[in-house]
């Protein structure tokens, strides 16, 4: 069964640092991961997707990376504002059969004026 | 374009009673997932619909949960009879579906049901 890990829960960063968001999957074999923001009350805002054969993805100041080897994704937001300050969250859809679908518990971003 | 819609927003029940939800995906969208949230975790899967077909509904409690795709369109995922612990956000989102690049999930603002 898949498992996937979120650490830290919570962070709180001064604006304009540079932050990773670390996100850990037991199974190997994914079919693609993606990271979604989530706004308090509301739904889920997909941020990027990386497929299985992808080691990274950019869009604008958020850069994500996939290591399968490692069971291991990182989200990077550089020069963070505090308009970034949402829960993060990654979902692994597992390979073959069912493709089930796995998220985290997130990580509470808050970002610092 | 429009995105996943969903309604209602927010529902309030009696222990016991049926409640219904209702989501119109993305046009063109395939793919339907139908997941529950409750506070501070992550969404967890309850079914999800390839055009009309239920190809993983194993984590839908299926003695008091239902749900259906009718023509492969929009979706109605329904609670009878509603308990205490069913109190959650219930979240739609779709996917065009077929290879992994189509498979990005976009997802709805979701409704949140208070069972008292």
């Known amino acids: 069964k898949q498992e996937v890990t979120q650490i830290p829960a919570a962070l709180s960063v001064p604006e304009g640092e540079n932050l990773v968001l670390n996100c850990s999957f037991t199974?190997?074999?994914?079919?693609?991961l993606q990271w979604f923001r989530q706004d308090p009350g509301k739904g889920l805002t997909s941020l990027l997707l990386i497929q299985s054969s992808q080691r990274e993805q950019t869009s604008g100041r958020l850069n994500a990376s996939l290591d399968k080897s490692s069971g291991r994704s990182t989200l990077y937001i550089a020069a963070s504002q505090p308009g970034d300050s949402a829960t993060y969250l990654c979902?692994?859809?597992?390979?073959?059969?069912?493709?089930?679908?796995?998220f985290g518990t997130g990580t509470k971003l808050q970002v610092i004026p | 374009e429009a995105g996943v819609v969903q309604s209602p927003r927010y529902k309030i029940i009696e222990k016991k009673q049926p409640v219904a939800f209702w989501c119109n995906p993305i046009?063109?969208?395939?793919?339907l997932y139908w997941y529950l949230q409750n506070l501070g975790q992550g969404p967890e899967l309850l079914i999800r619909?390839?055009?009309?077909?239920?190809?993983?509904d194993s984590q839908l409690p299926k003695d008091r949960f239902s749900a259906e795709r009718l023509k492969g369109v929009d979706s109605t995922l329904k609670i009878q009879p509603a308990e205490l612990g069913d109190s959650a956000v219930y979240l739609c989102?779709?996917?065009?579906?077929?290879?992994?690049?189509?498979?990005?999930?976009?997802f709805g603002p979701g409704t949140r049901l208070t069972v008292l």
């Open positions: 199974d190997s074999a994914i079919y693609n």
């Open positions: 046009s063109g969208h395939n793919t």
């Open positions: 619909y390839e055009n009309e077909e239920a190809v993983d």
């Open positions: 989102a779709s996917s065009l579906g077929g290879g992994p690049s189509q498979s990005e999930q976009f």
């Open positions: 979902a692994v859809i597992n390979s073959g059969g069912y493709q089930k679908v796995t």
